[in-house]
């Protein structure tokens, strides 16, 4: 995450950096060798079919068996690999996400009003009919994912749901993803990754008609692929490196803010983590803090090289600054660690999800406790999109009725239009109907 050069101009004088990012490469692009590579295995994909996507899982993921689909006994009985303790955690997860879930749904409401006597208009939210979730499951098995998309797409009212995920290091299904898939009412669960597994669920090779929509984080080719597929399904969104931003002031904790920072820089070694405060002492203080918690910090390979290279600390001169650095920097998850947090939650526009005090941490989302959707926009997606949500699933269908009473009027202002627009067949669309009418009032 970078501030914009018109922001820092219009700025100037306002703020300065107490820590910035060592690299100067953007953490988020398209690759042009990733985008290569996905568009020859898409067009390998759609020219050889399954057999193709057997080759790309037997040679990337070390799959060596004739069916990657998962029985539904197996898809029941994942939870009993796992330890009562953590079976309840992932149970609240999907609990509380789809509770949060069912109140946007409930938020969503047909509505019909009459523009004028005898126009009648309205819309309506029908579900599309199925979605393809991908659910990371590498070196970190992000169980919540499939709270976030299969659960969701449920809520919304999505008949179809299958899932993706690729094999472990063991070479087989991550039981916690796959229980979590379960609890979140997935239909079918395929053990595939990678763009394979996106082509699969989008050109319709795993037993079901091609899937309307994929959703699911992933690596760049997974990225990559939703990117190529785009128009051919719908998607989620396009989501990068995962970033985290924190606003906060003299009164902030800055172990607290510095453990929340390497938190989301723990996703990747390109992951952004940004501190606009205004106070310059708590800013020092979490750039010393940030360095103290790495030096035992048991994935330092990860966040250490994130931090050193994309985290960045800012002071600025008052509130008024730190809103117009953050809203420009537009970031996926945004934490407020102030004596007024009401008064930036009032004011910031920008940012994928808010976490509002102290006490607030973006863990808690990203684990599913808090019920709130993680598929978020990043790389500045924040500034024009919002995250997935039931949202997204639903289609606002419109429709209009019209009366024999109310075609008088609408006829000839379309008749009027047509004619200046030069639209023969449109004007004559009106002329007919304004024709019937009136052979009908001569009878």
């Known amino acids: 995450m970078r501030f914009s050069s018109r922001l820092l101009g219009d700025l ?30 898409l067009g390998e994909i759609e020219r050889d079919g399954f057999d193709a996507v057997l080759r790309y899982a037997r040679d990337l993921d070390g799959w060596d068996q004739p069916d990657v689909e998962l029985s539904r006994e197996a898809i029941r009985a994942s939870g009993d690999a796992l330890t009562p303790e953590h079976r309840a955690a992932l149970e609240l997860g999907a609990e509380r996400t789809r509770r949060f879930a069912d109140l946007q749904r409930a938020g969503l409401s047909d509505a019909e009003v009459e523009l004028a006597p005898g126009l009648t208009t309205g819309y309506r939210y029908v579900p599309v009919q199925s979605v393809g979730a991908y659910l990371p499951a590498g070196r970190f098995p992000l169980t919540a994912g499939a709270f976030m998309t299969v659960g969701v797409a449920k809520a919304a009212g999505v008949p179809t749901v299958v899932a993706c995920l690729p094999p472990g290091k063991n070479g087989q299904a991550d039981p916690a993803v796959v229980y979590s898939a379960h609890l979140s009412g997935v239909d079918r669960v395929f053990v595939l990754g990678g763009v394979q597994a996106l082509a699969a669920m989008s050109f319709g090779l795993l037993g079901e008609a091609p899937v309307d929509m994929i959703v699911g984080a992933g690596n760049a080719f997974v990225a990559e692929a939703k990117r190529q597929l785009f128009g051919r399904v719908a998607i989620d969104l396009l989501a990068g490196p995962s970033e985290v931003a924190v606003i906060a002031d003299e009164t902030a904790d800055p172990e607290l803010v510095a453990a929340d920072l390497l938190g989301q820089a723990e996703h990747g070694v390109n992951s952004p983590a940004a501190l606009v405060t205004t106070s310059r002492e708590l800013g020092e203080a979490v750039v010393e803090e940030a360095d103290k918690q790495l030096s035992s910090l048991a994935t330092e390979e990860i966040a250490g090289p994130a931090w050193r290279d994309f985290g960045s600390v800012t002071w600025a001169r008052d509130r008024e600054t730190a809103v117009a650095l953050m809203d420009d920097l537009a970031p996926e998850h945004l934490e407020i660690q102030t004596a007024d947090d009401d008064f930036y939650h009032d004011s910031l526009r920008n940012y994928g999800s808010v976490f509002l005090g102290t006490w607030s941490t973006v863990a808690y989302s990203d684990k599913g406790m808090a019920g709130t959707n993680h598929v978020l926009p990043t790389a500045g997606g924040a500034r024009h999109s919002a995250g997935l949500s039931v949202s997204r699933f639903l289609k606002p269908l419109t429709y209009q009725r019209v009366s024999r009473e109310a075609t008088p009027l609408l006829a000839e202002a379309v008749e009027t239009i047509s004619d200046y627009e030069g639209m023969a067949a449109h004007q004559a669309t009106a002329t007919l109907r304004l024709e019937r009418l009136r052979k009908d009032e001569d009878r």
């Open 12 to 41: 100037a004088g306002r703020f300065e950096h107490l820590k910035a990012p060592a690299s100067d490469a953007p953490a988020a692009q398209q690759d042009p060798l990733v985008a290569q590579r996905v568009s020859e295995m």
